[in-house]
């Protein structure tokens, strides 16, 4: 059994995903990504509860401050900050309209953390997606998450989630 901590003020799940799904921005550019997020942090504080970057989408959850769930203007700061000085492929009128480069998709997915059960789920979720994606095949083998801050804390062991070669079959999407 994971030891989690347990779920205080609020708690959010974020998928957000670079407008081409072929990119892979987010690891050649994690660097930019890590000092853009630890701005945007010493701005507007949350505290980071797991994350995963890859590719072309990244997930994290979020716990906000008490009386805070201004996380729309954080993400909104972190794309910005990052996408600043880098070049897009030529992004569509609209995006134009909206002063947005086309390296974002304009929209990410937010789910509010509902106990500690979900949180477990969705921390496990995080942990395990390079290895769904086929990136990795131990989880800890993917240096750009949180799993191994988690390892380091002892809330997970080294090999947890297996090796995916010692497993028959195909699964996923």
């Not at 987010?26 to 890859?54: G, K, S």
């Not at 072309?56 to 401050?65: N, Q």
């Not at 972190?78 to 996408?83: D, L, M, N, P, Q």
Request: hydrophobic share 40%; glycine share 6%; with cysteine.
């Amino acid at each position: 059994m994971s030891r989690y901590r347990r779920v205080r003020g609020r708690t959010f799940f974020f998928t957000v995903v670079l407008e081409d799904r072929s990119s892979t921005l987010l690891v050649d550019q994690a660097d930019r990504l890590r000092r853009m997020y630890r701005t945007v942090f010493e701005r507007q504080p949350f505290e980071t509860i797991a994350i995963c970057i890859l590719p072309d989408h990244l997930h994290a959850i979020w716990t906000l401050p008490e009386g805070d769930v201004d996380f729309s203007s954080r993400w909104n700061l972190i794309k910005g900050g990052f996408s600043r000085g880098l070049q897009a492929v030529a992004p569509s009128m609209s995006k134009l309209k909206k002063r947005e480069k086309g390296i974002w998709q304009r929209r990410y997915w937010e789910h509010a953390i509902r106990d500690d059960a979900d949180l477990e789920r969705h921390v496990d979720y995080i942990h395990f997606n390079p290895v769904k994606h086929g990136l990795v095949t131990p989880v800890r083998d993917w240096s750009l998450s949180s799993f191994h801050r988690y390892v380091k804390q002892g809330a997970l062991p080294v090999d947890w989630g297996g090796d995916m070669r010692d497993i028959a079959g195909q699964f996923g999407e």
